[in-house]
């Protein structure tokens, strides 16, 4: 699944460059009317944060997809409330004895971002930074685990969303760049600012929280 989201993205964002090229002796303009509509798609680099997190934690690649609209609340400011499926996770090692132990865990949040975005217009496309909350549900949280006792490795997989707590809050900061075609480039990070395990696991406390860099692709329209 990484490898196909991996090839889309690569794929869209060729096109959006080639039809960037192809229109800029053409009469478009960058999207300016809202309310406006769109979807995305886009890569997660993943992590764990806090107190507790686990020295030896690595980030893990995910994906995202999604829609989104976009309203006017004065004339260089517009609200962006969105839906997203987002994949988060990370890894980390830890050794009890004489078992060395690397944990993958992936978990999968319908997220809902509310960003407060500024319009900056410069020719032939639209920049928008943007700050704002999001609260996320977690859908469903795997745990990949590999024990390994001298050259033997012993592999299992456990569902581990009855651990974790239900409900994720974050503080989004990124930009969006809308080129003439409107297609839509962004970037953003999104900060976890509540913990996400009711209980210490093995190796690791309970003050924890997500952190995801994300990279997207998207199509705007005016409604």
Avoid at 71 to 84: A, G, K, R, T
Avoid at 196 to 223: A, E, R
Wanted: proline share 4%.
């Amino acid at each position: 699944m990484k490898n196909i989201v991996l090839m889309l993205l690569i794929t869209a964002l060729s096109c959006a460059v080639l039809s960037a090229q192809t229109g800029s002796g053409t009469n478009y303009e960058p999207v300016s009317n809202l309310p406006a509509i769109g979807v995305k798609a886009g890569l997660n680099l993943s992590r764990i944060a806090g107190d507790d997190a686990y020295d030896s934690s690595d980030s893990s690649w995910g994906w995202h997809l999604g829609a989104f609209t976009q309203y006017n609340l004065i004339s260089s400011v517009c609200f962006q409330p969105e839906l997203i499926y987002s994949q988060k996770g990370y890894n980390y090692k830890f050794s009890t004895s004489e078992i060395n132990t690397k944990v993958d865990d992936s978990y999968d949040y319908l997220e809902v971002p509310l960003l407060i975005k500024l319009n900056l217009n410069v020719p032939g496309v639209k920049i928008q930074p943007y700050v704002g909350p999001s609260i996320a549900y977690l859908v469903s949280a795997t745990s990949k685990i590999t024990d390994t006792i001298g050259s033997t490795s012993i592999t299992r997989e456990e569902k581990i969303r009855s651990d974790m707590r239900a409900f994720d809050l974050g503080i989004n900061l990124g930009a969006d760049v809308i080129l003439v075609n409107r297609v839509m480039l962004g970037a953003r990070y999104n900060f976890g600012i509540s913990k996400i395990y009711k209980d210490s696991k093995p190796g690791i406390g309970t003050d924890v929280q997500n952190g995801v860099f994300m990279l997207n692709v998207g199509l705007l329209f005016t409604i």
